[in-house]
């Protein structure tokens, strides 16, 4: 038998995040320990830390334990959107996509605290989990409000929002399902609708410039502080094209 360490593996392309060990509260290290066997999903690692291996698709009603509407948001934070959403509505079933731990314990002690059932969390990294653990066709609907903008011109190639995202954005939604994002640089914003006015696979769920802001989305201190600095709210809807 070899002794000899295994080579590490790396994700081919830049993932749209740098994952930093922020520091848990002690009732965020509490609600990690007595919270996540209800709340987070279970998944099979590929390469990294945060990646989901192929082939590991989940049962949603395994899952929820029943059939119903699902919505999924990528870059949770610290859920104050999800958890919202998922009070408000009940029949709905929601899945927050996180990389950072902190966010996912703040999220589940909100959810814990408002007797949110319909909400489950994932720690990975979100392409993976559209491409991997959804099953095809699966949401109704995806969001994406306020993503890293990586505004600086070096590093705008670790945006969520390509063409290949597109494509696995439409491989997890519905027939019809609807893709929302939101933004507070206007760069980004302008890259988003150039990206999905191009794809094939989404067709504009707005007329003019801009969609109108989705009035599901509570206001988050992401979108106050895009508002303190003076940057305009971009919200963008599309629909995934007749297949």
């Not at 990294?125 to 409000?145: G, K």
């Not at 600086?152 to 597109?166: D, I």
């Not at 988050?220 to 094209?241: H, N, P, Q, S």
Request: glycine fraction near 6%; hydrophobic fraction near 45%.
């Amino acid at each position: 038998m070899s002794d000899a360490t295994p080579e590490p593996r790396f994700r081919e392309r830049p993932v749209s995040f740098v994952r930093r060990s922020g520091r848990m509260s002690d009732a965020q290290d509490r609600a990690w320990d007595e919270l996540a066997p209800h709340f987070l999903l279970p998944v099979q690692r590929d390469a990294a830390a945060t990646s989901i291996l192929p082939g590991s698709t989940i049962d949603l009603v395994d899952v929820w334990g029943r059939t119903a509407p699902l919505i999924v948001e990528i870059g949770s934070g610290q859920g104050h959107a999800i958890v919202h959403a998922a009070m408000s509505h009940p029949e709905t079933d929601f899945l927050a996509i996180e990389v950072f731990r902190a966010g996912l314990a703040r999220t589940m002690l909100d959810a814990e605290r408002e007797g949110v059932r319909n909400l489950r969390l994932a720690e990975a990294n979100a392409p993976e989990v559209l491409q991997h653990l959804l099953p095809p066709a699966s949401a109704t609907e995806l969001w994406v409000f306020f993503p890293d903008p990586w505004h600086k011109k070096k590093h705008t190639k670790r945006r969520l929002v390509t063409p290949e995202f597109a494509a696995v954005a439409a491989h997890a939604l519905a027939e019809g399902g609807i893709l929302r994002l939101a933004t507070d640089w206007e760069d980004y914003a302008r890259q988003m609708r150039t990206v999905l006015d191009a794809s094939p696979l989404f067709e504009r769920g707005f007329e003019g410039d801009w969609a109108e802001r989705f009035d599901g989305r509570v206001l988050t201190a992401f979108e106050r502080k895009g508002a303190r600095a003076g940057r305009d709210i971009r919200d963008l809807t599309y629909r995934v094209a007749p297949r």
